[in-house]
């Protein structure tokens, strides 16, 4: 009922806009493509997909008028979703690479993120120089993937799933986890026997993926993204999923 309500709503405005104004063509429709396998940006709760990615995305939908439509899909295939246009924008807590800047542009960044090691407690690695010649798993795609593969003499599992690495490491398939720093306090929160090695590997920045060449959504969404910044809404959100140590 509310969903037909808010799409009724965006309709509505969209309509506005477009003989209200006669020039500017409304979007409808915001369709976000994302991997909820991340928590706290993006996880199910019960049937549905929230977190800190989902709630900006929901927030810019608002500013722009339009229904947000959420696509879980595996991390790897973000990318090719939002260069093909089958996705408006990929929000993933995807980190700027200049690697991903090749295919896709990216919004100004809405996060600052690192790339942590989880290890069993009684790991001997103590720093990432300590990851040499062991055997490390990732999610596929990732930067954690990439950073990995640098690691002199490592072995690098791959997953689709970070808690999928996780669990492999709860298992002793593998001796170390690279991950986000957010998700990596989660799902040691969930597993018992692990703990976050205090040196970080790298600083890396969150933003929003978009269609090469589709200034026009590019702008509203940084514009969007500002707006979220200035009035606090966005620490809110990140408030709201983060709780301070
Ligand atoms: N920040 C990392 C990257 O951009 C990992 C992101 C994973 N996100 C996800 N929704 N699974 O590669």
Known sequence: MKKVFVSILALSLGVLTVFGTGCTKKQTELIMATNAEFPPYEYYDGDKIVGIDAEIAQAIADEMGATLVIEDMQ???ILASVQTGKADMGVAGMTITEDRLQNVDFSIPYATAMQVIIVPEDSDITTPDDLA??????????????????????????????????SALTQGKVDAVIIDNEPAKVFVSQNEGLKVVSEEFTIEEYAIAIKKGNTDLLNQVNDAISKLQESGKLQEIVDKYIKAE
């Not at 990732?142 to 996780?166: C, H, L, P, Q, S």
């Open 133 to 166: 010649g062991k055997t490390i798993g990732v999610q596929l795609g990732t930067t954690g993937d990439i950073y990995a593969d640098d690691i002199e003499d490592a072995t690098i599992e791959r997953y689709n799933k970070g808690f999928e690495a996780v």
């Open 75 to 77: 991390f790897d295939s």
